[in-house]
């Protein structure tokens, strides 16, 4: 509440007294969306409407402005505004003039709005149509002509396509947004966004094979993200799971249903069902060797070797490790084409040497950790859950 009343007395008792009644109401306060305005009370709704209304023709730009967001700049402004510079350029000056927005920096080329509940008033004070049509402008802006921005904020292309009433092409924002927040370990971001997207799905397509097919591929990222926040052994992790595979018999979910096995497999490990366990593993093998996704057999052999570690099979599981090491040097997976940070050959060596040693191998289990430590050298910085790496 401070941070929206920006410092302003009035604002703030305003807010205040919005929100003690909404308690006596018994109402339940909601945060807003992200990137979009929250109701106001009706005294600054009121207060704030009569003061834009003094704006004349700078209302529209300010408007426009309020749909980029808190903070804004001239060129997407320029981008979005549908304005000859000339004109922009005076209503910027009415609207700092007015201070309903505050230049930053002495370039010109930079604004915010003195207040968020200004800049709440002013998004609010649009029709819906009209807010949409901004939302669709900006959000095209962002793809055609800041396409850098966009790529490392999908999740702003994403919002603005969602405002826009754009379902389909906002979920595969949402997912691109996801899924760099899950490559970047920030799984929090992640399960948000892609959450955010799962909710789309029924105004954005009817159910068919192409609903199904969007669902599978968010599920198995969502799936992934939350074994980091919750647990590889939580009930919801499994759930997503199974539901991704079971997707995998509508569709066509080729590597995707190897993600599913494999998120199966760690939720089943880490519950001590090997019997489960093992079993995803094996159908892991299975899929693998259909599609010839030889890069992934490294990562079914090594599932096997746990599950036989587990149950006590360590010559199995030898077999299973030294198996998963020479398929990984044949068949080296690109940096990049992994669903986790962890790396299969370390976790493969470092294992292996744990069952030399229970086998009395101890000169060949040394040998193993060193080449285990020696590859962990070679791979770049990851962050992430630490678990049997199958994907």
């Known amino acids: 509440m ?28 909601v945060l807003p969306a992200a990137g979009a305005a ?64 505050v230049p930053e920096g002495s370039a010109g080329v930079d604004y915010r709005f003195r207040h968020a509940l200004i800049r709440d008033a002013v998004y609010q004070s649009q029709g819906p149509a009209l807010r949409q049509q ?42 691109r947004g996801g899924t760099r ?93 090997f019997r489960s366990a093992r079993e995803m593993a094996e159908q892991h093998l299975q899929v693998t060797e259909i599609i010839g996704a030889r890069n992934r057999l490294c990562a079914s052999y090594s599932a096997l070797g746990y599950t036989a570690f587990q149950v006590g099979a360590p010559a199995e599981a030898r077999a299973h490790f030294e198996r998963s090491i020479e398929l990984i040097d044949t068949y080296p997976r690109p940096e990049g084409t992994g669903l986790t940070p962890n790396n299969i050959g370390v976790a493969s060596e470092s294992m292996l040497a744990l069952t030399l040693c229970l086998l009395g191998h101890r000169e060949a289990a040394a040998v193993a950790i060193d080449g285990a430590l020696a590859r962990a050298e070679r791979c770049p910085p990851a962050s992430g859950p630490s678990a049997p790496p199958m994907r």
């Open 181 to 273: 927040a899950r490559q970047r370990a920030a799984y929090a971001g992640a399960i948000e966004q892609l959450r955010r997207g799962l909710d789309l799905l029924p105004a954005a397509l009817p159910p068919g094979p192409d609903r199904d097919r969007i669902e599978l591929e968010v599920k198995v990222s969502l799936g992934i993200s939350l074994q980091a926040t919750l647990g590889f052994a939580a009930p919801e992790v499994g759930e997503i799971h199974a539901r991704a595979r079971e997707l995998c018999r509508t569709v066509e979910g080729g590597p995707l249903l190897l993600g599913a096995l494999g998120g199966l497999f760690l939720y089943y490990l880490y519950r001590s069902d």
């Open 38 to 101: 929250s109701a106001l009370p009706a005294t600054l709704q009121g207060l704030l409407t009569s003061r834009l209304e003094r704006l004349g023709s700078s209302k529209a730009v300010a408007q426009i402005a309020a749909t980029i967001g808190h903070a804004f700049s001239l060129p997407m402004l320029e981008a979005v505004a549908e304005t000859d510079p000339a004109a922009l350029a005076e209503a910027l000056d009415r609207l700092a003039e007015a201070e309903v927005i």
């Open 134 to 175: 901004a939302h669709a402008r900006v959000a095209r802006a962002l793809e055609v002509t800041f396409p850098e921005q966009a790529a490392a904020h999908p999740e702003l292309v994403a919002l603005h396509l969602t405002e826009a009433r754009q379902e389909r092409a906002a979920i595969a924002w949402w997912v």
């Open 2 to 29: 401070a941070a929206r009343a920006g410092g302003n007395p009035l604002f703030a008792e305003e807010l205040t007294l919005a929100v003690a009644e909404s308690a006596a109401d018994g109402a339940r306060t």
